[in-house]
């Protein structure tokens, strides 16, 4: 069983940059796979980034690939989702979701549907 706590989202200006952290809890190991999505008013959740539980395979939505930066500290037990050069079009609910596995395949990442532990999410405004 683990507990997801998503941390620091916020309102930042249009250019700007966000590090959100997904912080677990109640596993004694750190093999679990580690996805963010985000979900804008009046659209579906969609796939942000995932990271295998090695951190040796890392995956980005088109819409966000060389502007934000996946990373995870298995000692920390805490996944980061570095975000730069930040867009309005950014502006989302940013969840964190883990499954226990070590790694996924291509097509895994990015359905919501594949995940069981879910965070309650951290809110993103781009804006000037």
């Known amino acids: 069983q683990l507990q997801l706590v998503e941390s620091g989202g916020g309102l930042v200006q249009p250019g700007g940059s966000l590090r959100l952290s997904c912080a677990a809890s109640g596993s004694t190991s750190s093999y679990y796979a580690v996805g963010w999505f985000r979900q804008a008013p009046g659209k579906e959740r969609e796939g942000v980034s995932a990271?295998?539980?090695?951190?040796?395979?890392?995956d980005y939505a088109d819409s966000v690939k060389g502007r934000f930066t996946i990373s995870r500290d298995n000692a920390k037990n805490t996944v980061y989702l570095q975000m730069n050069t930040l867009k309005p079009e950014d502006t989302a609910v940013y969840y964190c979701?883990?499954?226990?596995?070590?790694?996924?395949?291509?097509?895994?990442?990015?359905?919501?549907?594949?995940?069981?532990?879910w965070g309650q999410g951290t809110q993103v405004t781009v804006s000037s």
């Open positions: 979701a883990a499954d226990l596995r070590v790694t996924y395949g291509s097509n895994w990442w990015y359905s919501a549907r594949n995940y069981k532990y």
């Open positions: 990271i295998s539980s090695s951190g040796s395979r890392r």
